[in-house]
């Protein structure tokens, strides 16, 4: 019995070795390869794959203005495509989080007639796969393009940053109301009838104590839509035509083609912009973690 528990222990032993190895080698694989030298080839052997993630001192660039990222910062608009990338997001986060917040207090707080239908209504466009909706989205956007043109408005206001923030909201709006509506109702009511007995009018109830006991919840759904936005490249793809308004998915994913690899460096150069890339969501995890462990609730009713 003895040996094959042994036996049992050391199969699962293997097994959750092979399968850290296979979760944690694309990591390793893609921070060694980034520092291999400008327009490196990688190897192809198993064997000689170790220098990717392991790489030899000889195997490194021989100065930093050869490295990927070099290349990448100076040599491209990289910076131009981040930057990009950190104003669609933010906007669209801002503008989710004030419309998923408003909209979910109302749901959670009140009755009005259509309510239970809304919200199942939301429900049905969370269920529904974003790739269904990508060419009459694109289609739509081109038609009030044009009637905005007819009107004299610059040409192409919907078929850029404009246009895809707009998208990004909609798709967002639906989840951060029922995400938010859920967490609004785990605070209890009593605290806000407390502070309207006490005299506070209902915007201070919700500016003022509501809103600071739900912070955790704001702060969930505004990291959680800001990640999305921030790797999504579909829609980018399908909708920024104009390389100066590329977000890093977009430019990323360009790395690929044959015309970006021999200018910019194939493979080392798509393995640094894909770090660089997760530098920012990284920072915004780590600043956020202390406060998405805050407590719950700020206050107490009285007595």
């Known amino acids: 019995m003895k040996r094959r528990n042994i036996a049992v222990s050391l199969l699962l032993l293997v097994f959750a070795a092979l399968a850290s190895y296979v979760a944690v080698y694309p990591f390793f694989w893609i921070i060694g390869t980034s520092l291999r030298e400008f327009g490196a080839s990688l190897p192809t052997s198993l064997i000689s794959l170790w220098e990717v993630l392991l790489p030899l001192p000889e195997k490194l660039p021989s100065s930093y203005q050869s490295t990927a990222y070099y290349t990448l910062i100076f040599n491209t608009k990289f910076l131009t495509f981040m930057r990009n990338s950190l104003l669609v997001g933010t ?4 503008l989710a989080v004030i419309v998923g917040t408003m909209s979910g207090y109302a749901f959670s707080r009140y009755n009005f007639p259509g309510r239970r239908k809304i919200l199942w209504f939301l429900l049905v466009l969370n269920s529904i796969p974003g790739l269904v909706t990508f060419i009459p989205l694109y289609r739509l956007l081109v038609t ?9 408005l610059p040409k192409g206001l919907l078929l850029g940053p404009g246009g895809l923030v707009l998208v990004y909201l909609a798709g967002s709006i639906p989840y951060s ?40 919840g704001i702060a969930a759904i505004a990291i959680l839509v ?60 780590v600043v956020s973690q202390r406060y998405l462990r805050a407590g719950l609730t700020m206050g107490a009713v009285k007595a």
């Open 91 to 94: 906007l669209t986060t801002l």
């Open 144 to 152: 009030y393009d044009q009637a905005l043109r007819a009107v004299g």
């Open 177 to 216: 109301t029922w995400f938010l509506k859920t967490f609004f109702d785990s605070i209890p009511r009593e605290v806000e009838e407390q502070a309207l007995v006490d005299g506070a009018s209902p915007w201070e109830v919700y500016l003022k104590i509501t809103l600071p006991l739900a912070a955790p």
């Open 226 to 285: 800001f990640i999305g936005v921030w790797n999504e490249f579909m829609l980018a793809t399908l909708l920024l035509g104009n390389e100066d308004y590329y977000t890093l998915p977009v430019f990323i994913t360009q790395l690929r083609n044959q015309q970006y690899a021999s200018s910019y460096g194939g493979i080392p150069a798509f393995a640094a912009a894909s770090i660089m890339a997760s530098i920012p969501v990284l920072i915004l995890f």
